[in-house]
T-cell receptor, first 113, second 115 residues
Framework: KAGVTQTPRYLIKTRGQQVTLSCSPI?????VSWYQQTPGQGLQFLFE???????NKGNFPGRFSGRQFSNSRSEMNVSTLELGDSALYLC????????????FGQGTRLTVV | AQSVSQHNHHVILSEAASLELGCNYS??????LFWYVQYPGQHLQLLLK??????LVKGIKGFEAEFIKSKFSFNLRKPSVQWSDTAEYFC?????????????FGKGTTLSVSS
């Protein structure tokens, strides 16, 4: 079956702009989580959604937001982009909320100039 | 704050050498433990996981890990590495006292295997 799909794969944005990233989970998976990966900080948890509800949020400013749709697809939005937001943004899906294995997408590489 | 530490930032080995990557976490309660691998240009893949039971777990590609509760550790091992094991390895923990099931990752260890 198809894996986790993230679009777009690459993005270049200017400081101050906003960006929306999309994630389609594996069919049947209802939980979606987002992570930011940078060389200095590694993988940092952004937020987690289950059944269209945010269940957990990491330590990121309010410029980072997300949502989940009824078909479990998820989007994350970053407003007022800063240079430091340049990173690989990873989406992971799992069957259910709980102690499940998470399957990761290839990520969206965001570069802010 | 709950955290995960990986002791080695970069490990360089020759083929056939043995591997052990350290991972410690900060919390004394119930946890679920994972090792993920990221090969160059590829997405994160699960190597192995521990939820309960036998503390020695076996994963794919000959990897294994041992959960030592008293040491809050979950070290990854492989008796004989191959060139194809060159990758970045991440230890991750779900701390079961928290709402939600966020994976908390260590900073990763880059493994370089020379042939």
């Amino acid at each position: 079956k198809a894996g986790v799909t993230q679009t777009p794969r690459y993005l270049i944005k200017t400081r101050g702009q906003q960006v929306t990233l999309s994630c389609s989970p594996i069919s049947g998976h209802r939980s979606v989580s987002w992570y930011q990966q940078t060389p200095g900080q590694g993988l940092q948890f952004l937020f987690e959604y289950f059944s269209e509800t945010q269940r957990n949020k990491g330590n990121f400013p309010g410029r980072f937001s997300g949502r989940q749709f009824s078909n479990s697809r998820s989007e994350m939005n970053v407003s007022t982009l800063e240079l430091g937001d340049s990173a690989l943004y990873l989406c992971a899906s799992s069957l259910d909320i709980g102690q499940e294995e998470a399957f990761f997408g290839q990520g969206t590489r965001l570069t802010v100039v | 704050a709950q955290s995960v530490s990986q002791h080695n930032h970069h490990v360089i080995l020759s083929e056939a050498a043995s591997l052990e990557l350290g991972c410690n976490y900060s919390y004394g309660g119930t946890v679920n433990l994972f090792w993920y691998v990221q090969y160059p240009g590829q997405h994160l893949q699960l190597l192995l996981k521990y939820f309960s039971g036998d503390p020695l777990v076996k994963g794919i590609k000959g990897f294994e890990a041992e959960f030592i509760k008293s040491k809050f550790s979950f070290n990854l091992r492989k008796p004989s590495v191959q060139w194809s094991d060159t990758a970045e390895y991440f230890c991750a923990v779900i701390f079961l006292n928290q709402a939600g099931t966020a994976l908390i990752f260590g900073k990763g260890t880059t493994l370089s295997v020379s042939s």
